[in-house]
């Protein structure tokens, strides 16, 4: 057991990894991870779930292929080819960039789980205690489990998982129960049922996705009940393992009922890591969901301590913990003269399919405060490329101020929503007129983007 000082101390390596850089050569450093290197969206988050959302958008496409005049016997899908292409890439990452930080002259890697034991002084795990004149907290969240015997904790052998594990497994199950309305529950159902597993989503409110803008929640439910085994309002409360298959018990608005499958995933939301670090014991102050308490300068209550990312953020994206982290990194630079997260305009993007992108107020938020404002849906079917792909299911919604002409939210469904975003998302952070957005820009003709053009350009329709 050693006792040493730090000049920075960085907890976690997922976005706060990118803290150290040449400015801070000149700093003892300490980087804690009681996991692997890179953190939730290298390895269990962002990156190998969207590769495997590819090959499944190609088999859901070929599958519905047929408005097109086309047909496509059903995929033969390579399960363990396509597992091992994705960590067969992501694996290698982690252990370079360990490496790397462990052959940096002036960081110190303590591979263990980091508590803190008092002010600015961390048990590391590692059997030493060091203290700091300055730490950063980016030690992320962990998925939630069920208070439910056998749901309590995930246990892969036993076929309960998370999104830890799922995208692991050594073979595509024919059955799988997903319980969760969110992100990870929408991502894995469209995974899952396009390389053909039989999926059963149970969701214990009214919708999928509830958060969103109503039109897109509403649509996208319509869609997920015709696609999924989808059980609305359903709650389990009893689970049964039989040695090879779960059965859960439910209790929904429609009358009990059992379902049954291997494979039982757990996307119900995280929590923030606070607990495993006992922040409390640093004298850290936190909301009452756990996330550290941070100031726009991502500084918490205690001097010389920051945080960042999932264990503090309003928002659990990574492009989030990025700009937090980006901000931390010039503070610890300036701390007299510290820059402020830009939070302004988050968007964020839901990958299953039809892909779902937004950011700012949903219909239904303005109409609750009693905010003016135009509105106007357009369907990316009404326009000549999504002719081209005789689209059924795609919409652009546009919410704008009257008075001030710009957007106050943008909410999209459908193909490539995730890119197709974008200008919005440039036109809502630079301030800019819808009208100045729709008609000073070439838009490409006839590209789908023509759909956001006409989407601004009808603001003004009456009922709209
Ligand atoms: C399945 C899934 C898909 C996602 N997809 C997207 C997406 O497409 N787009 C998007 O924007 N976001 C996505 N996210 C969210 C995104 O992954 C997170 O917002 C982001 O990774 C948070 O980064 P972070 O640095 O705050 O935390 P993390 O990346 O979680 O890093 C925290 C690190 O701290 C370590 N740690 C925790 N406690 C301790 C301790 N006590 N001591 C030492 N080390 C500790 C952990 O092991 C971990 O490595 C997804 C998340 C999941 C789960
Ligand atoms: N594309 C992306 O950016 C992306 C993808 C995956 C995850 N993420 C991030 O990770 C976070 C976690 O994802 P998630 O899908 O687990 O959370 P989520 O908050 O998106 O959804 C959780 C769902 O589980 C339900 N739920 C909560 N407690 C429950 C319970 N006890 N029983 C039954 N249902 C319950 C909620 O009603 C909700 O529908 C997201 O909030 C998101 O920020 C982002």
């Known amino acids: 057991m050693s006792q040493r000082h730090h000049d920075l101390v960085i907890i976690g390596t997922g976005s ?5 850089g040449p400015e801070f050569d000149d700093l003892d450093i300490a980087i804690m991870e009681r996991g692997v290197f890179g953190g939730t969206c290298l390895n269990v988050g962002c990156i190998p779930t969207k590769m495997f959302v590819y090959p499944s958008d190609i088999a859901e496409e070929a599958a519905h292929a047929d408005r ?3 047909s496509f016997t059903a995929p033969q899908v390579h399960w363990r080819e396509i597992r091992d292409r994705i960590f067969g890439r992501i694996d290698q990452i982690p252990p370079a960039g360990e490496k790397y930080r462990r052959e940096s002259p002036n960081v110190t890697v303590y591979a263990g789980t980091a508590r803190f034991v008092g002010d600015k002084t961390l048990d590391t795990g590692t059997g030493d205690t060091v203290t700091a004149d300055r730490i950063v907290i980016a030690a992320g969240g962990r998925p939630r489990l069920l208070d439910i015997e056998g749901l309590d904790k995930a246990d892969p052998t036993r076929g309960v998982h998370t999104n830890d594990t799922v995208m692991r497994l050594d073979e595509l199950p024919e059955r799988m129960i997903i319980i969760g309305g969110g992100y990870i529950g929408a991502e894995f159902a469209h995974v899952f049922d396009a390389l053909g597993t039989e999926v059963t989503w149970l969701v214990r409110r009214d919708a999928v996705l509830r958060f969103e803008d109503e039109t897109v929640s509403e649509s996208f439910t319509a869609l997920a009940q015709d696609r999924f085994d989808l059980r609305l309002n359903a709650s389990p409360h009893k689970a049964v393992y039989d040695g ?5 018990s439910c209790t929904s608005d429609d009358g009990d009922f059992d379902v049954s499958a291997p494979v039982v995933l757990l996307a119900i939301g995280r929590e923030p890591n606070t607990d495993l670090l006992d922040v409390a014991a640093g004298g850290i102050a936190t909301h009452p969901d756990g996330r550290i308490v941070v100031d726009e300068f991502q500084r918490t209550n205690v001097e010389g301590v920051y945080a960042l990312g999932d264990i503090s953020s309003d928002y659990e994206l990574k492009h989030v913990a990025n700009r937090e982290a980006k901000t931390v990194k010039y503070n ?14 988050v968007p964020h993007a839901v990958f299953a399919n039809p892909q779902i992108a937004s950011f700012g107020k949903t219909e239904q938020e303005l109409r609750e405060v009693g905010t003016p404002y135009l509105v106007k849906v357009q369907k990316y079917g009404d326009v000549a490329y999504g002719w081209a792909m005789e689209d059924e299911v795609g ?23 995730s890119s197709l975003i974008q200008p919005l998302i440039q036109a809502a952070q630079f301030e800019q007129t819808v009208d100045a957005v729709a008609a000073e820009p070439y838009w490409i003709h006839p590209a789908l983007s023509e759909v956001i053009e006409n989407a601004l350009l009808g603001l003004d329709e009456p009922n709209s």
Not at 332 to 345: E, F, G, I, K, N
């Open 16 to 20: 706060g990894n990118s803290i150290i």
């Open 68 to 70: 097109l005049g086309l």
């Open 244 to 248: 090879a298959a779960w059965t859960l």
């Open 332 to 345: 610890l630079a300036h701390s007299d003269a510290p820059q402020a997260t830009d939070h302004r305009v």
């Open 395 to 417: 919409l652009v919604k546009v919410l704008a101020d009257p008075g001030t002409r710009r957007l106050l939210g943008a909410h999209l469904m459908g193909y490539q929503a």
